[in-house]
Nanobody
Framework: VQLQASGGGWVQAGGSLRLSCAASGSTFNNYAMSWFRQAPGKEREFVAAIRWSGGSSTYYADSVKGRFIISGDKSKKMVTLEMNRLKPEDTAVYYC???????????????????WGQGTQVTVFS
């Protein structure tokens, strides 16, 4: 499985950006696609996830809840992260990840993900 992320860039605080990620390769029935981010000198942290297991469920880090929206298309294995009201502290390299048969308690933890895309830089300036 390969993940291809796109989007990102530079934006002034308060602005918006959209990230997209497409998975290619094997097809899974129950899986999750997520975004993590890593700022300089900090550990990688969970941002948002969408999990398909029967229906779909979304999960957000508290720091982005109400500002970011994750959506996806299970059949197309694509996920989009709409980032609104961006803040300088959102500056980071954002990574797309996919995990197979993740349970709810696992979606926020990077170690449970099987596949990772290349990072894309998001820079928010004030």
């Amino acid at each position: 499985v390969q993940l291809q992320a796109s989007g990102g860039g530079w934006v002034q605080a308060g602005g918006s950006l959209r990230l997209s990620c497409a998975a290619s390769g094997s097809t899974f029935n129950n899986y999750a696609m997520s975004w993590f981010r890593q700022a300089p000198g900090k550990e990688r942290e969970f941002v948002a996830a969408i999990r398909w297991s029967g229906g779909s469920s979304t999960y957000y880090a508290d720091s982005v809840k109400g500002r970011f929206i994750i959506s996806g298309d299970k059949s197309k294995k694509m996920v989009t992260l709409e980032m609104n009201r961006l803040k300088p502290e959102d500056t980071a390299v954002y990574y797309c990840a996919a995990g197979v048969r993740l349970i709810t308690s696992s979606v926020r933890w990077s170690r449970f993900y099987d596949y990772w895309g290349q990072g894309t830089q998001v820079t928010v300036f004030s």
